[in-house]
Structure formats: C-alpha cells, structure tokens
C-alpha cells in the first residue's frame, strides 16, 4: 500500500512537470519562430537538449549501453517517430491545413495510440479507459468546433501529413513503453536528443542555413534565449524525461490522454490569460467535459499501480 502511494505521488508530480511544460511552450514557440525558420529553432532546441546529455555522460551521471538489450530497436524507433517525424509532419501539416483542423487530429492522438497498442502489442482496452479517451476527445472537439476562429480546410497533402504525423506521436508512445523494458528515462530521451539534433542539423544544412545561424540569432536577444532555453532544457530534457519515465507505470494510450489533455487545458488558459485569446461558454465547456476525461483517467490508472 505504501509503495502505490509512492508511486502515485510520483506519477502526479510526473503529469505535472510534463502537462506545465508542453501546454506552455507554445508561448515561446510562439515568439521564436518569429526571430527565426522553424527548422533552425528545432535544430537549436535538439541541439541544445543533445548537449545538455553529452555534459551528463562526460560526467558520469549517464551511461547509454545498448549492447546485448533486447528492446533496442525500440529505443532507436522511439527517437525516429519523435521529435524527428512528428516534428516535420506536424510543421507541414499546420503549414497545409487550418489551425482547427490540426487541434482535432491532434486530440486523437490518445485514441490511435489505443488502437495501434491492440493491434501491434496486442494491449487490452476496457470500459474506463475507451470511455476517457472519447470524454477528453469530445471536450476538445466542444471547444474547438464552436469556436468562432474554427475552420476546417487543408489540401489533402496537409491532411495526410497531420494523419501520419497521428500515427507517429502515439508510435512514439508505444516505442517509449517498449524501450522501458531495458533502457531508464534519461537514456530513451538522450537518444531522442541525439536523433532529433543529428535529422533537424542535417535538413537546415541542406536548406543553407549555417550550423551556427540560429544562435547567432539567440544571442543577439536574451529573452529569445531565454524562451530557446525553456523549450530545450524544460520542454524537452526535462519533460521528455518525465514522459518517459511516466510511460514506465501506466498504459500508453492512458498515459497519452492525461498528458495531452492536461497540456491543452493549461494551453488554453495561458493562451487567454497571457496571449490575450479569446474564449466563451464552448471553452468552460470544452474544458470541463476534458478535465472529467482525465479525471476518468486518473480512476483507471490507480488501478495498474
């Protein structure tokens, strides 16, 4: 019994971390992309996360061994669906679509991370956790279709991209809970780190950007720094660690609905209450219908502990 308290309070300390840190990045996310290409922000951001591990392998704090794991190939899948995938059909399929059709197949993120759990790891699903996934869905939907800013429109290129761009968030997901089995947290996400700094460096060489523009750019405004750092230091090393790790104790598809859920509901509120967006009854709403999802959630996840 105390061991399931312990456990709890870590993973409510882990949702936290993870839902404060995604459902605000996109403040800063917000103010970069304005000082600079998105490829280049995603090669800084990975950049910076991958050096951050290679100080903690230099010192000692983190060994990656990979030799003779049999999940393996899982960890290496876990870095190639996110951020690497993920990331760039999520850019073209926002660049091709409408912002209100990315926030709905966005929210099925934890659904197509059930169904592919069934089918490929042949997980189990009840009654508690079916029911949460379309709660939490259904409140998103309430708050983005009666929106007076919602639009669904896109070309069928955008459409497919925000489709794989699903599937590769809740493969990533799966991966993750695979890799657990033989590799920590901090291992899978250095591997992330690594993977993602190595494609997104890559792509901004091809595109004739110099390794060394981004921060150029960085330095020459400290509260663009300041918002880069929160992105690499907060929102990917320490939340992605915090995801993995998170992903240790509770199913995949469970684990994807609170998090996601979360993030959009503090999202929501930092965008109105920061960003100045606007709001009405479809957000209460939405909002609260949400938070009952997860709340559904939360029952489910006491029971695997």
């Not at 994807?256 to 960003?275: E, K």
Request: net charge positive; aromatic share 12%.
């Amino acid at each position: 019994m105390k061991k399931q308290s312990q456990n709890w309070m870590l993973i409510v300390f882990l949702v936290a971390m993870i839902s404060f840190g995604w459902g605000i990045a996109f403040i800063s996310l917000a103010r970069l992309v304005q000082a600079m290409e998105p490829i280049q922000l995603l090669a800084a951001r990975w950049s910076i996360t991958a050096f951050l591990f290679l100080i903690l392998m230099a010192a000692g704090k983190l060994r990656v061994r990979i030799h003779g794991k049999k999940n393996v190939v899982f960890l290496f899948l876990t870095g190639l669906f996110e951020p690497c995938a993920y990331s760039i059909l999520e850019a073209w399929g926002v660049k091709l679509t409408s912002a209100s059709t990315c926030a709905i197949f966005v929210a099925t993120i934890p659904s197509m991370t059930l169904i592919l759990g069934i089918l490929l790891f042949h997980h189990r699903a009840d009654w508690k956790l079916v029911a949460s996934l379309l709660i939490t869905f259904a409140g998103v939907a309430i708050a983005t279709v009666f929106s007076p800013a919602f639009s669904l429109g896109g070309t069928r290129t955008g459409m497919l991209c925000m489709i794989l761009g699903v599937i590769a968030a809740s493969m990533y997901s799966l991966s993750s809970k695979k890799a657990s089995a033989d590799f920590n947290a901090s291992t899978v996400t250095a591997v992330m780190a690594f993977e993602g700094a190595v494609l997104f460096n890559l792509i901004a060489l091809d595109q004739g950007y110099r390794l060394d523009a981004a921060f150029r750019i960085l330095i020459t405004d400290w509260h663009i720094m300041a918002d880069m750092l929160f992105l690499a230091v907060f929102c990917a090393f320490a939340s992605y660690v915090c995801y993995n790790r998170f992903l240790q104790y509770v199913d995949a598809a469970l684990g994807n609905n609170v998090v996601s859920s979360l993030s959009t509901v503090i999202g929501v509120v930092a965008g109105i209450v920061i960003m100045g967006d606007l709001w009405g009854w479809y957000t209460v709403v939405g909002m609260a219908v949400t938070l009952a999802g997860v709340w559904l959630s939360t029952l489910r996840m006491r029971e695997d502990l």
